[in-house]
T-cell receptor, first 114, second 115 residues
Framework: EPEVTQTPSHQVTQMGQEVILRCVPI?????FYWYRQILGQKVEFLVS????????KSEIFDDQFSVERPDGSNFTLKIRSTKLEDSAMYFC????????????FGPGTRLTVL | AQTVTQSQPEMSVQEAETVTLSCTYD???????LFWYKQPPSRQMILVIR??????QNATENRFSVNFQKAAKSFSLKISDSQLGDAAMYFC????????????FGKGMKLTVNP
């Protein structure tokens, strides 16, 4: 059973359109992360979210990105005006500051910007 | 800043044999954790094994074990009795205690298992 689910599994959008990627934790956790993986490249940190606030964001996470936890459950990543270079896999991960600081990843959303 | 380096982009191994994947890292923090993640063709990121920097004993998980050399900042993964299902991308990752505890990944290594 996955720790985290993500929807949609695949999103195709036109350049300039807004997209919202969703992450749903199976159980209640305080720490969430978004990562991006451009095809064939390494996984890159975008943003971390703790107790309903951004705790750290990378230089990739510019003004076109935002994160929310609107209903205390779903955790969303919004890209306001998509660019071709936003095409990537987007992973949500949950962490719990457990004994190993491990993070468990959702299955990812594949975003294709045309 | 933390960095993780995986210098071998690809490796192959015969089924049932042993293979070692290398990883080096750099951090100025004294308290950190290291991980290996597996990414099969489905692209799901699966945690394989974890190691706390303060523990001298190398972590093991069934057929997977690590060789953690703290002074050398080296963290290699050994897969014993390789199986066809082990074929995947493998990513080494580091997180430090405190702050947002984000993961910093290496570029990954593609492992092929030959029958």
């Amino acid at each position: 059973e996955p720790e985290v689910t993500q929807t949609p599994s695949h999103q195709v959008t036109q350049m300039g359109q807004e997209v919202i990627l969703r992450c749903v934790p199976i159980s209640n956790h305080l720490y969430f992360y978004w990562y991006r993986q451009i095809l064939g490249q390494k996984v890159e940190f975008l943003v971390s979210f703790y107790n309903n606030e951004i705790s750290e964001k990378s230089e990739i996470f510019d003004d076109q990105f935002s994160v929310e936890r609107p209903d205390g459950s779903n955790f969303t990543l919004k890209i306001r005006s998509t660019k071709l270079e936003d095409s990537a896999m987007y992973f949500c991960a949950r962490g719990g500051r457990g004994p190993y600081n491990e993070q468990f990843f959702g299955p990812g959303t594949r975003l294709t910007v045309l | 800043a933390q960095t993780v380096t995986q210098s071998q982009p690809e490796m192959s191994v015969q089924e049932a044999e042993t293979v070692t994947l290398s990883c080096t890292y750099d951090t100025s923090e004294s308290d950190y954790y290291l991980f290996w993640y597996k990414q099969p063709p489905s692209r799901q990121m699966i945690l394989v094994i974890r190691q706390e920097a303060y523990k001298q004993q190398n972590a093991t998980e069934n057929r997977f074990s690590v060789n953690f050399q703290k002074a050398a900042k080296s963290f290699s993964l050994k897969i014993s009795d390789s199986q066809l299902g082990d074929a995947a991308m493998y990513f080494c990752a580091l997180t430090t205690q405190g702050g947002s505890e984000k993961l910093v990944f290496g570029k990954g290594m593609k492992l092929t298992v030959n029958p």
